[in-house]
């Protein structure tokens, strides 16, 4: 039995966190929840947008499902994202993006994995105004958090028989920070010559994905540049609803998709389940539990393939309960 921390979320979140808890039940897979919420569903309850109870559950589990969380615009707030994100020191954010057979989409060739850096660059949180009229914000990048992205980045193409890593910068700009970074991936990128390693202008890159993505393998970004490319790939394949993640540090990970809560849809019960369901997937995974994962994988393809229980944004009439249940149906069948 593994105990893991789950954070329903904000928005259409206790929706899809509602669907993964449904699957791996389906596929048996020995899981007791915490569930203990945050952000503003657990503000109005609690008057905490992170109560120190999840805080806690966090730490001792060391492993979480975490539903979209939505952080209040405007001042005082840091994003509860990268708080727990950078107080769990998961550095690396991973987020396969590959084209799912059944899809409506410009493209189907689509198969690359964005190694998004998680704890710094604009995402530090360092702005303030100069004078009335005049903001700044600090762009931090350092050479431990480059090069710990960078063997990440590598490593990860080793394991998972990748062959070429891409590094995506603005050093031509930018270049002392954005330069630190590539220096960083560059001599990384030495130690692993059985690896092919190029870099790319995140402007060009832009439009390199958007007409060749299937050029592409594994991304290694800063972090903001990774936050706008992964929205944008997740275009390229057929919308948020699909695109799974996870934040990986040393010794925890917090599982999430790359949507955020969608709050004009939430409540209705149309949300696309599947992002967070491939998340719990790549869960399942990183528990050594593959078995089970390949098994909720292949639920979900079949669903979307066969077209009939299909969310709107699949081009579908089915509801999130109801996507959800075929897939269930589909991994028991299967067994
Ligand atoms: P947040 O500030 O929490 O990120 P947002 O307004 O940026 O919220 P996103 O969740 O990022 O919203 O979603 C952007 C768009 O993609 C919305 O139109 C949303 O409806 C759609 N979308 C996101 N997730 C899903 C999903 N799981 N199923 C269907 N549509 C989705
Ligand atoms: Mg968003």
């Known amino acids: 039995m593994n105990r893991i921390t789950l954070v329903p979320g904000d928005g259409i979140g206790p929706e899809v966190s509602s669907s993964v808890v449904k699957v791996l039940k389906?596929?048996?897979?020995?899981?007791?929840?915490?569930?203990?919420?945050?952000?503003?569903?657990?503000?109005?309850?609690?008057?905490?947008?992170?109560?120190?109870?999840?805080?806690?559950?966090?730490?001792?589990?060391?492993?979480?499902?975490?539903?979209?969380?939505?952080?209040?615009?405007?001042?005082?707030?840091?994003?509860?994202?990268?708080?727990?994100?950078?107080?769990?020191?998961?550095?690396?954010?991973?987020r396969p993006v590959k084209s799912i057979p059944g899809v409506k989409s410009p493209f189907h060739n689509v198969d690359l994995v964005i190694i998004r850096e998680n704890t710094e660059d604009l995402y530090a949180?360092?702005?303030?105004?100069?004078?009335?009229?005049?903001?700044?914000?600090?762009?931090?990048?350092?050479?431990?958090?480059?090069?710990?992205?960078?063997?990440?980045a590598f490593k990860y193409a080793v394991a998972k028989k990748r062959k070429k890593v891409t590094a995506v910068h603005k050093a031509n700009i930018m270049k002392i920070s954005d330069g630190l970074f590539l220096d960083c991936v560059r001599k990384v990128s030495l130690k692993y010559p059985e690896i092919s390693y190029e870099e790319v202008i995140v402007d060009n890159m832009c439009m390199q994905l958007v007409m060749y993505p299937e050029r592409y393998d594994v991304l290694v970004l800063p972090n903001l540049y990774g936050d706008i490319i992964?929205?944008?790939?997740?275009?390229?394949?057929?919308?948020?609803?699909?695109?799974?993640g996870a934040n990986i540090g040393d010794d925890i990970a917090i599982f999430e998709a790359v949507h955020g809560s969608a709050p004009d849809i939430a409540g209705k019960n149309l949300a696309n389940p599947t992002a967070c369901i491939l998340s719990a997937a790549m869960m399942l995974d990183y528990l050594g539990n593959s078995n089970a994962a390949n098994k909720i994988r292949q639920g979900v393809f079949k669903v979307i393939e066969t077209g009939k229980n299909t969310t709107s944004d699949l081009g579908g009439s089915s509801s999130t309960s109801e996507m959800t249940e075929a897939i269930c149906k589909a991994i028991e069948q299967s067994e």
């Open 26 to 94: 389906a596929v048996d897979a020995e899981i007791i929840w915490d569930e203990i919420n945050g952000g503003e569903t657990a503000f109005n309850k609690t008057g905490k947008y992170i109560p120190d109870e999840l805080l806690d559950s966090i730490a001792t589990n060391r492993v979480a499902f975490k539903g979209p969380i939505t952080t209040p615009v405007g001042k005082g707030f840091k994003s509860i994202n990268v708080t727990l994100r950078q107080k769990y020191n998961t550095y690396a954010n991973v």
């Open 230 to 244: 992964s929205d944008l790939a997740a275009g390229l394949v057929g919308g948020l609803g699909l695109v799974p």
């Open 125 to 152: 949180g360092l702005e303030h105004m100069i004078t009335e009229g005049v903001a700044e914000s600090i762009k931090v990048i350092t050479e431990k958090a480059s090069t710990r992205i960078a063997e990440f």
